[in-house]
């Protein structure tokens, strides 16, 4: 009987695997004949490593495979190697002769079935971009089709993969994580707690400082709106009051100085004067005067008379 042919866990080990099968997309989806998948344990350990370089740059070199299928070239990146002897400021990141000596020791022992496929840096609250030195590097050190660029903001985070297109540096709209067959990939990668805690520790010198600063910030918000709430209350009563004042006067005035009973009770006296002074009352005739008028006129006649008989 024929025994079956097994192959050995280190023939398991050494054999490429194909294209990863469990991924999740982040971004947009990639059009052009390339796309780029990264491991998530690799993923997150590039997040820890660059969470606490907020200062000057960082980074290292990504190593993985290339993979032609499905009509394109796939670059995996499977690996991770941090960039040991370099020199750097908050601007720029130089890999010196003992950094590519470090690089090609640790792919000896670490990753000897890989190779390098691009490189990682930091642009620490600088944004996503390749800054002059930046293409220099990627055009020097990474100039294989397939080797790519990613940045990484720690301070927004914010990331972002470069590749080449017809011999031109292009941003890439989006990539993949991926992981082994059944393992739960995150949806939101950058909410590893080891990064929010990092993130978090610097840019408030702790998370117990953080927290203490909230709630003293909350209970000085609380007093102001209470002490706000107590003087427009205090308006409000200054407000009803002064309104109990402008009524009062208001009253006074119409009292002393619009009397509402004088407009409409006549003065008896003044019209009864009046009354005697109307021309009505000056028709009347004299009696004493007219008769006397009377005798006058008798008189005269008798002197007239009197006169004539003379």
Known sequence: MKKKKTKSKAQHRNMTPDLPQNIIPVGERVFEDKNIY?????????????????????????????????????????????????????????????TWEYFHSEIGKRFKDKKIVGWIHTHPDFGIFLSENDKFIQQNFFTDANQVAYVVDPIRNDEGFFFWIDDKLERCPGFYLFDRNGAKIRNN??????????????????????????????????????????????????????????????????????????????????????????????????????????????????????????
């Open 189 to 310: 990668p950058w909410q590893n707690e080891e990064t929010i805690d990092a993130v978090s520790n610097k840019k408030s010198g702790g998370g117990y400082i953080f927290k203490v600063f909230t709630v003293l910030a909350m209970a000085i918000l609380l007093l102001i709106i209470m002490k706000q709430s107590t003087e427009i209350n205090k308006l409000k009563h200054e407000i009803d009051n002064m309104k109990n004042v402008i009524n009062n006067q208001g009253m006074l005035f119409q009292q002393f100085f619009m009397p509402g009973v004088n407009e409409t009770t006549p003065d008896t006296e003044t019209d009864q004067n009046t009354e005697n002074n109307s021309p009505r009352n000056n028709t009347v005739p004299d009696t004493e005067t007219e008769q006397n008028n009377d005798n006058q006129v008798e008189n005269g006649q008798t002197d007239n008379n009197r006169g004539g008989t003379l």
């Open 38 to 98: 990264i491991h998530q344990k690799v993923y997150e350990q590039i997040h820890k490593f660059s969470a606490n370089k907020t200062e000057n740059e960082h980074g290292g070199i990504l190593v993985g495979r290339v993979l032609n299928e499905m009509g394109k070239e796939n670059t995996i990146i499977e690996g991770f190697i941090e960039a040991k002897y370099n020199t750097a400021t908050p601007t720029t990141l130089t890999f010196t002769h003992e």
